[in-house]
Structures are given as structure tokens and as C-alpha cells.
């Protein structure tokens, strides 16, 4: 799958494009873990992501709890209906903060 | 859900139980959806839906066994809207009887797993698992509309 990268002052915003399924939940549970260990504030922006199965709440799941042990901050923004669906089916909606655009996520961690 | 209700069209995929074969069984769905006029947010629930069937399959059906089994895969197009078929040639097991997982608990306390039956349970129109000679049977029903 096809990750963006960009910063926004000290935040670090991933944007993953297409499909967190089965298939690339690996790529992206690396690229998630290893941008946490890096900047300490991550914000996934939902814009281009088009589907999110379990396994990928599951990458978002780890993460946040990686992340919870060494004091990291994580956001998610820009989710799209279905995708939003899902988080709200799974009580993801309630533990993760999610915002309506990158920047105000961005801002809300720096 | 509705087996003995005729089928105005149908089509199956049969392949072995492996990840690498799920954007097959996905394409395969989402065809025969396409072709039947379902409208696309109800084709992207079912294929989520389909998805967590099928890993569930690939991931436990054949644990221990040194070459996969095969998962069968029917569509079937129907009046009221589509029904998927899953099977399965695995021990007898029922995913529709776990337990869900509590989606009200705090981050801490949550656990990866469990959200699979939950979304299919949750996305499409109806689910319904039967044994059938050797064979696990997961139905998948969306209907067109509600």
C-alpha cells in the first residue's frame, strides 16, 4: 500500500492510500510503529483510505497501545463514511480522538 | 436467506484456503454484486463482511494441515438482493457462536481480535452458519435494501 508522509511542525501525519486490509496490514503496522517511535506524535489522515477491515483496527489497536506505553501521542482525521462505520461497529470511536482534517488533528497533538 | 427461493443467477470460485487468494474471492463478489445492480455502499459492506469470513477460514479451517483445503465460495443473485456462500472442509466450528468482544471497554482493557464477527453481524442484511456433511456453512445475505 502507498503511505504519504509529511510533517506538520513537530507531528508526523501518515496518509495511507487504498486498502487496510488483510494483505497490508503488515506494511502499515511497520510504517505506523516505526513513525511513532520517531516522533511521539502521529496523526493517520483517513483521506485516501478507501476500506478498513479487522485486521487493520487491529494495527491501529497495537499501535495505540504501544504508544500509550512510552507516552506517544496518535490521532486519526479525514475518515470516510464507511470507514467511520466501521470504527463506530467496533468502539473505535470512543478510544481513538478523531478529527475532521489533518490540520486540526495535527494541532490538537502538537 | 432464503435456499430454496430460486436463483436468477449464480456463480462460484473455489480455491485453495489462502490469503493470497482473497482479492479473487473479493472480485469474485464484487462482480457478481456489480452485475445484479446492488448499490456500491451496500457491495463495500458485503465485501468487508466477506473479507472477515474468508480470513477467519484461511486463518483456522486447516490449522496443523500440511497443504490448505479449499474454501468454495457461491454467489447467488436472488429477488430480494444476494447471498454468499462460504464453506469450508474444516472441523466443525461456528464462528456466529463466539463471544463478542466488549466494545465499550477503555483502550487498556481492549484486546486485538473478536471485531470479525462483529462486522459481519453488523454490515450485512443476515448471517447464518450450518454443518452440511463435512463442510462448515457460513450464508452471507444483503439485500438491496432493508
Known amino acids: ?18 486498502r487496510l486490509d488483510s494483505l497490508t496490514c503488515r506494511a502499515f503496522e511497520t510504517r ?37 506505553g512510552s507516552g506517544g501521542r496518535l490521532a486519526l482525521a479525514s475518515l470516510r ?18 478529527y475532521p482534517t489533518a490540520a486540526e488533528a495535527a494541532a490538537a497533538l502538537a | 436467506m432464503t435456499p430454496e ?38 457491495i463495500s459492506r458485503l465485501e468487508l463482511a466477506v473479507e472477515e469470513a474468508l480470513v477467519n477460514v484461511f486463518s483456522y479451517a486447516y490449522v496443523g494441515q500440511a497443504q490448505a483445503g479449499a474454501v468454495r465460495c457461491r454467489v447467488a443473485v436472488q429477488p430480494k438482493g444476494l ?34 464477527i462483529l462486522l459481519i453481524k453488523s454490515l450485512v442484511s443476515q448471517v447464518a452458519y450450518h454443518r452440511e456433511e463435512n463442510r462448515n456453512v457460513l450464508q452471507i445475505a444483503m439485500y438491496r435494501s432493508e
Open chain 1, 81 to 98: 463514511e464507511n470507514v467511520r462505520e466501521v470504527f463506530d461497529i467496533s468502539g473505535f470511536s470512543a478510544i481513538f480522538a478523531i
Open chain 2, 5 to 42: 427461493s430460486p436463483a436468477i443467477q449464480e456463480a462460484t470460485l473455489c480455491l485453495p484456503a489462502e490469503l493470497d487468494h482473497l482479492p479473487a474471492f473479493l472480485a469474485h463478489v464484487r462482480r457478481t454484486a456489480e452485475a445484479a445492480g446492488v448499490a456500491e455502499a451496500r
Open chain 1, 32 to 68: 505506523l510503529l516505526a513513525a511513532l517511535d520517531q516522533s511521539g506524535a502521529v496523526v493517520v489522515d483517513g483521506a485516501a483510505l478507501d476500506y478498513i477491515s479487522s485486521a487493520g483496527l487491529r494495527v491501529l489497536l497495537v499501535a495505540a497501545k504501544h504508544n500509550r
Open chain 1, 1 to 18: 500500500m502507498e503511505i504519504q508522509e509529511r510533517q506538520q511542525g513537530d507531528v508526523l501525519i501518515l496518509e495511507p492510500a487504498g
Open chain 2, 83 to 116: 447471498l454468499v456462500e462460504i464453506a469450508d472442509e474444516g472441523p466443525p466450528f461456528d464462528p456466529l457462536a463466539q463471544s463478542a468482544p466488549d466494545t465499550t471497554l477503555e483502550l487498556d482493557q481492549r484486546t486485538p481480535g473478536g471485531l470479525g
